[in-house]
């Protein structure tokens, strides 16, 4: 059982950046397709990002194209997401997930993913 923990969450003010961290001790992330989602109280979850288990291709939401950027070290067994110029939003938990040799047809759907982290909560406000 691959078991993922992010972290980096905080508030911050708009504009401003984080870096939220996908960590798992037990097993090593290279054959993983690595993706982020977010979710407020009440609304839907939301893919954001993604980076795939065999090149590397990204993969972003339109609505952060431009303003993330995911990458990842493999020797660490660490995928990151750096946030740019963050927009004002509800708060939200951050998770990361895995999908074994992934992305599969879609990266942004969720049920793509096997494995899941508890997520991290980020606010945007001033």
């Known amino acids: 059982q691959l078991q993922l923990v992010e972290s980096g969450g905080g508030l911050v003010q708009p504009g401003g950046s984080l870096t939220l961290s996908c960590a798992t001790s037990?097993?090593?992330?290279?054959?993983?397709?690595v993706g982020w989602f977010r979710q407020a109280p009440g609304r839907e979850r939301e893919a954001i990002s993604c980076?795939?288990?065999?090149?590397?291709?990204?993969y972003y939401a339109d609505s952060v194209k431009g303003r993330f950027t995911i990458s990842r070290d493999n020797a660490k067994n660490m995928v990151y997401l750096q946030m740019n110029s963050l927009k004002p939003n509800y708060p939200a938990l951050y998770f990361c997930?895995?999908?074994?040799w992934g992305p599969g047809s879609d990266w942004s759907v969720a049920r793509e993913y096997d494995y899941w982290g508890q997520g991290t909560q980020v606010t945007v406000s001033s």
């Open positions: 997930a895995a999908d074994l």
């Open positions: 037990q097993y090593t992330l290279d054959y993983y397709a």
């Open positions: 980076i795939s288990s065999t090149d590397d291709s990204t």
